[in-house]
C-alpha cells in the first residue's frame, strides 16, 4: 500500500466513522483500526485529528485544479471550480456533515476551518483569474468566501442525487456577487426618493459578496 492508497483508506474510514458517531468521538486510532492500517504509520502521516481534514480539502482543491482545457469569463472558471470541490466532498457527504454540525461547539475546529478555506479558495480565485491585488483584492477574497459558505450551508441541505439544489445556490451566490454592487446603488437612490427598495434581496443572504462584483 503506498501513501496515497494509506491516506485514501483512513480518510474514508475516518469519515465513515465521523458520519456514524460524531466529529466529536472520532480519533485517528479509530480510523485506522476501521481502515486496518498501521498505528505507527498513521500517527506518522495524521498527527492530529485535523490532519484528516487537511488530507480531505487537498484532494478537493486538486480535483478543483485540474487543468480541462476550459475557458469562459470568471464567473463560470469559479462555478466550474468550485464544483469540482463539491464533486469531492459529495463522496464523504455524511462524514463532511458530521464535521460541520461539530463546527457550533468546537471553536477551535471552527477557526481551523476557516483558515484552510480561506487558503483554498486562494487557490481558486487563482485558478479563475480572479484579482486579488492590493486592498480591493482582499475584499473580494473575503467574498468569495462568502459565496462559498452560503453555498456549502445549501450542500448540507441538498439531498439531490446531481447536486442541482447546490448549483443553483452557487449560480444564485455568483449572480448576486456579480450583480449587488448595482443593487445596491440602486437601492440608495430608490430609498431616498421613496423611502422603500427595489431589490428583493433574500435577508438569508448577508453574505460580503460586493467586492467581487467588479470582476464577475
Keep these: 500500500?503506498?501513501?496515497?492508497?494509506?491516506?485514501?483508506?483512513?480518510?474514508?474510514?475516518?469519515?465513515?466513522?465521523?458520519?456514524?458517531?460524531?466529529?466529536?468521538?472520532?480519533?485517528?486510532v479509530d480510523a485506522a483500526r476501521d481502515a486496518g492500517v498501521p498505528l505507527d504509520e498513521a500517527r506518522r502521516r495524521f498527527p492530529v485529528k485535523t490532519a484528516i481534514l487537511l488530507k480531505l480539502g487537498r484532494l478537493a482543491d486538486e480535483s478543483a485544479l485540474v487543468d480541462d482545457g476550459s475557458t469562459g469569463t470568471v464567473r463560470e472558471q469559479l462555478f466550474d471550480v468550485l464544483m469540482r470541490r463539491f464533486d469531492v466532498l459529495q463522496q464523504y457527504r455524511e462524514g463532511v456533515r458530521a464535521v460541520m454540525r461539530a463546527l457550533p461547539f468546537d471553536p477551535a475546529l471552527a477557526l481551523f476551518?476557516?483558515?484552510?478555506?480561506?487558503?483554498?479558495m486562494r487557490w481558486m480565485a487563482g485558478a479563475a483569474?480572479?484579482?486579488?491585488?492590493g486592498p480591493a483584492g482582499v475584499l473580494r477574497l473575503q467574498g468569495l468566501i462568502g459565496v462559498w459558505a452560503y453555498t456549502m450551508r445549501a450542500w448540507e441541505r441538498d439531498d439531490?442525487?446531481?447536486?442541482?439544489?447546490?448549483m443553483a445556490a452557487l449560480d444564485q451566490a455568483?449572480?448576486?456577487a456579480g450583480r449587488l454592487g448595482t443593487m445596491l446603488t440602486r437601492r440608495g437612490?430608490?430609498?431616498?426618493?421613496t423611502g422603500q427598495s427595489m431589490d428583493p434581496i433574500d435577508p438569508s443572504i448577508d453574505l460580503p459578496l460586493d467586492p467581487l462584483s467588479d470582476q464577475l
Design 129 to 133: 483569474g480572479l484579482d486579488l491585488s
Design 113 to 120: 476551518l476557516g483558515a484552510t478555506t480561506a487558503e483554498s
Design 189 to 193: 437612490a430608490a430609498t431616498a426618493e
Design 174 to 176: 455568483l449572480d448576486r
Design 1 to 28: 500500500m503506498d501513501n496515497d492508497q494509506f491516506d485514501d483508506a483512513l480518510l474514508r474510514a475516518a469519515m465513515e466513522r465521523a458520519a456514524l458517531y460524531g466529529w466529536g468521538r472520532l480519533t485517528v
Design 160 to 166: 439531490t442525487e446531481d447536486m442541482s439544489r447546490t
